[in-house]
């Protein structure tokens, strides 16, 4: 009896324990599994590890001097307006069945995250959808939002698609910036403000200004500062930590019922925006890829994953305010189904329901380069 019961004990120590399929990290914990158990071939997903951080451009670490260095030669009157920070090193996290399976660097440091933060505003959308306040997004902006910004016949026609989809081909001025400045195209400035504009939805131009209104309108009809919103209804119950700022202008200060509120940005273009951890981005991008469920709670309707991965017809990389792998171009190692948020100087949100898989980089600008190597590192599943 007593060999029979260290027999069995023996083998009980030999095999590993493997990742519980429904993990879901509580507040202030995340706890980690062996490569070997989530799949992985640990030589492999190191070397990975290795050569992503091999291309982090951390320097120079000013911020805002990197900012208007790369926009202030080509936009006319180019101006910082809100708060920026300067970067550390680059850090990153690989999450598979919510589990942390590799992470480096300083993962609680609240960086800027440039136009990451338009998925989060995205994000805000489909709140504000779900809650009925939008009854549809293919409705007209100005038909809620009953200002100067959606008068006339061209702004009356942008809807909250438009806007989601960086299609709306909006003219006007916001926060001091003239929708033509920002990104201006062609090579005469004296033709800039002059520029043809297309009927909206049938056009792609990335551009923050309209990103920025998106943001203003959602204030508007939601009556609370979205900061607000997105911690009560999508951080705290994901157990975010408490060191995120969602920031907007010195200028974008607005009256909402009697009481100032600042309209945040969609980006760091011209400063402010988000400013997260690697940890908080990693719980979020886990939130995506459990189609807004967590933890038993569904935080926003699932339908919205469907939506936001739907491809813009004349930009078919790009979903709301997310980036797609359509036929799978951009990364053909994925799958077609991926999806990232992503901001300038390699910042990304990196979403794979197929692979369970969720991967966030700070700093590290070949987003295609890490994602092949991770899923190459990726054995046949072991039994879970």
Do not use: C
Request: net charge negative; glycine share 8%; aromatic share 12%.
């Amino acid at each position: 009896m007593k060999i029979r019961v260290l027999w069995i004990l023996a083998l009980l120590l030999a095999v590993p324990v493997f990742a519980n399929p429904s993990y879901t990290p509580p507040r202030g914990e995340w706890a980690q599994q062996p490569p070997e158990h989530l799949g992985f071939d640990p030589e492999a997903l190191a070397a990975a590890v290795d050569w992503a951080r091999e291309q982090a451009v951390t320097e120079p670490a000013d911020l805002y001097q990197v900012i208007y260095n790369h926009f202030a030669p080509r936009e006319p009157d180019f101006r910082i307006l809100g708060p920026t920070r300067p970067r550390a090193g680059d850090s990153g996290m690989i999450i598979r069945r919510g589990y942390v399976v590799a992470s480096w660097g300083d993962t609680d440091r609240a960086d800027m995250v440039f136009s990451v933060a338009k998925s989060f505003l995205s994000t805000v959308a489909a709140l504000a959808l779900e809650d009925g306040i939008i009854a549809d997004v293919h409705h007209p902006v100005g038909a809620l939002v009953q200002t100067p910004h959606f008068a006339g016949r061209h702004n009356s026609q942008v809807t909250w698609h438009h806007l989601l989809q960086h299609t709306s081909e909006w003219e006007g001025t916001l926060w001091e910036i003239p929708d033509w400045a920002d990104r201006p195209e062609g090579d005469d400035p004296e033709a800039w403000p002059l520029r043809a504009l297309q009927r909206p939805g049938t056009r792609f131009k990335y551009n923050d200004v309209r990103i920025n209104l998106l943001a203003y309108s959602l204030l508007e009809v939601l009556r609370e500062p979205l900061p607000v919103v997105l911690r009560e209804r999508i951080m705290d119950p994901i157990g975010a930590s408490r060191s995120w700022r969602w920031r907007g202008y010195r200028n974008s200060w607005v009256e909402v019922d009697g009481r100032q509120v600042q309209s945040v940005s969609g980006g760091g273009h011209f400063g402010g925006g988000m400013f997260i951890s690697t940890a908080d981005l990693a719980r979020f991008g886990l939130l995506f890829q459990r189609r807004g469920a967590w933890g038993g709670q569904q935080l926003f309707d699932e339908a919205w994953i469907d939506a936001l991965r739907e491809p813009t017809e004349v930009m078919p990389g790009h979903g709301y305010l997310w980036w797609l792998n359509t036929d799978r171009e951009r990364i053909p190692s994925a799958p077609e189904t991926a999806y990232w948020a992503a901001g300038f100087g390699g910042n990304f949100i990196y979403v794979d329901d197929v692979n369970e898989l969720v991967i966030v980089l700070r700093w590290i600008p070949d987003l295609e380069g890490v994602v092949t190597r991770v899923l190459a590192a990726l054995q046949q599943d072991r039994p879970r």
